[in-house]
Structures are given as C-alpha cells and as structure tokens.
Nanobody, 124 residues
Framework: QVQLVESGGGLVQAGDSLRLSCAASGRTVNNYLLAWFRQAPGKEREFVAIISSSGRSTAYGDSLKDRFSISRDNTGNTVYLHMTRLTPEDTAVYYC?????????????????WGQGTQVTVSS
C-alpha cells in the first residue's frame, strides 16, 4: 500500500550537517504521518521525528529538536530530515516509516510501513 525509500546517508565529520530524504509512494500516501527512526549497532530502534500528513505538525525525540528538523514537500510524497551539529553518537541506520495512527507515535509497533534504511556515519 505504501512504499518508502530512504536516501542521503553517508560518512561525515563531527559538526557537519546532512539531509536525508524519504520518497513515499502509494495511492493514499498523503493520508499518512511520516516519521524517522534510527538504530545504532546493538541498540533498540529509536524514535527521531514525525510530521503530520499536512506537514503542519511535528514532534521530535528527546534532546533532538535543537539539532534536527523534519519537513515534508508540498505533494506529501517526500519527507526530509535535516541534521546539524552531528556527533559520533548520531551514527546509526536511519529509517523512515508511515502510519495512519497518530497515537503512540514513538513506538515502532505503531507503524504500518518501513523503508530499508540509510546509513549515517559520523567520524570524530
């Protein structure tokens, strides 16, 4: 029903900025909330940010709102994650996800669809 493809990951140095993209496709994709999660090696998948179907409402994980910004294009088919002041602790695979349920949005089980992820590596 919904397919998600992430891109934009890579190797950067501490203090750099990076923009991730997620292309979404599906007949009803504009009805979905789109989110970013990340998973570092050996750690549980962590909520990063979410944006509403309209693009007018956003929320962020703890301690991330000062450095990360989520946005959605006018068609609703692409979601972005702008990351600034990156540190090695931001190293992870970043996933986009989609759901029609706005409740409990920090939990992985809430999401109906997931992309394959894009690797972000931040060197010191």
């Amino acid at each position: 029903q919904v397919q998600l493809v992430e891109s934009g990951g890579g190797l950067v140095q501490a203090g750099d900025s990076l923009r991730l993209s997620c292309a979404a496709s599906g007949r009803t994709v504009n009805n979905y909330l789109l989110a970013w999660f990340r998973q570092a090696p050996g750690k549980e998948r962590e909520f990063v940010a979410i944006i509403s179907s309209s693009g007018r409402s956003t929320a962020y994980g703890d301690s991330l709102k000062d450095r990360f910004s989520i946005s959605r294009d006018n068609t609703g088919n692409t979601v972005y994650l702008h990351m600034t002041r990156l540190t090695p602790e931001d190293t992870a695979v970043y996933y986009c996800a989609a759901t029609t349920d706005s409740l409990t949005y920090t939990r992985r089980a809430t999401y109906n669809y997931w992309g394959q992820g894009t690797q972000v590596t931040v060197s010191s």
